[in-house]
């Protein structure tokens, strides 16, 4: 088993990451950073220099917010280590194509992963679909904030994304499942009065699909994508963890998301090679360049 180490001890890194690596026949969490978490019974730094100068630890994943990534990894790149980026993989384009650029020079894998991808139907959805044409499609994704993201700050400053940050992981699925790329046309984000990112989206891309983010959504769920080719319905539910085509449910794959991106990963490392696809955040990117704005009421945790 290869030693890892975890940086960004929060949310994601103790609701799925560390659970992934503990039940991994490929990984062996050796080390933390993080300035407050901690990971019982594993070494923890605060100091990700020191981690990086003390250990040999080959392979480093960072689960921090996007806005401080970059610079962990490219030190982490510097020193020669595999990188591991939690989703959205930076917070600018230009700063990943430049982590891809020193990742090849240093001979180092890069996966930029992308969890929605992992869900369990959505494989299927792709090779069901990637000899048809998708005619139109809907997506929604609503979910509330408060629960995902308690008290997260940083989802509203600059950087954050906002809804695009679930909203990103729809457009991770639609970019991996649709045979012909599509690009956006229009775009519509609401903004709280006190916030630098917006809570809702409505999108528009070509090949008629529609997408319906809002992160202000209360009782039930909802992640969904509808995506019709002729005649033929491609129906994902559950984050993609479901696919029904056609009113048939479709069997899945057996890996559940973050076991799969770390198997994936070591699969990466074995093969030298990295994985850095910015399809979803290249839509992103364009709702933020082209989406017309409101303002409306002001947002509280
Ligand atoms: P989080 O709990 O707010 O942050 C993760 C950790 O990053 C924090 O505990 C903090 O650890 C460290 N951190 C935060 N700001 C930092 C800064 N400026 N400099 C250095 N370290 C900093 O966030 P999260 O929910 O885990 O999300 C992290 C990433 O995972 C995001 O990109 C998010 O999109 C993705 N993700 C989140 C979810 C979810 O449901 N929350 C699901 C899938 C993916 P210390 O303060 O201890 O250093």
């Known amino acids: 088993m290869t030693p890892i180490c975890l940086v960004g001890i929060g949310k994601i890194a103790v609701d799925q990451h560390v659970p992934a690596i503990n039940a991994s026949n490929d990984w062996t969490l050796a080390a933390t950073v ?35 990534r970059y610079a962990y990894a490219a030190k982490a790149i510097a020193a020669g280590r595999h990188v591991m980026l939690e989703k959205p993989p930076g917070a600018t384009l230009a700063e990943v194509h430049a982590l891809q650029d020193m990742a090849a020079k240093a001979g180092v894998t890069l996966f930029a992963t992308w969890h929605s991808r992992m869900a369990k139907g959505v494989a299927a959805a792709k090779a069901f679909l990637a000899d048809k044409t998708v005619t139109s499609g809907q997506i929604t994704w609503k979910e509330d904030v408060r629960r995902w993201h308690p008290g997260q700050e940083w989802v509203f400053e600059p950087g954050g994304m906002g809804v695009f940050d679930p909203g990103i992981n729809a457009l991770s699925i639609l970019t991996e499942v649709l045979p012909q790329p599509v690009h956006l046309k229009n775009a519509a984000l609401s903004f709280p009065e006190n916030r630098q990112t917006p809570i809702t989206a409505q999108l528009t891309f070509s090949g008629d699909i529609k997408a319906d983010f809002d992160w202000r959504q209360e009782g039930s769920q909802i992640w969904e994508m509808i995506l019709h080719a002729g005649d033929d ?52 990117a364009d709702a933020l360049t082209i989406g017309k704005r409101v303002t409306v009421d002001a947002f509280h945790f």
């Open 34 to 68: 993080s300035r407050s978490g901690t990971v019982d019974g594993i070494p923890a730094y605060t100091d990700f220099d020191r981690m990086l100068t003390e250990t040999d630890i080959s392979v480093i994943s960072l689960c921090l917010p996007p806005v401080p």
């Open 233 to 284: 319905v491609v129906h994902l539910q559950d984050g993609g963890n479901r696919c029904v085509i056609n009113n048939q449910d479709v069997a899945g794959t057996q890996l559940d998301e973050y076991p799969a991106l770390y198997e994936r990963m070591a699969q990466l490392v074995g093969k030298g090679a990295s994985d850095v696809d910015l399809s979803p955040m290249i839509h992103v």
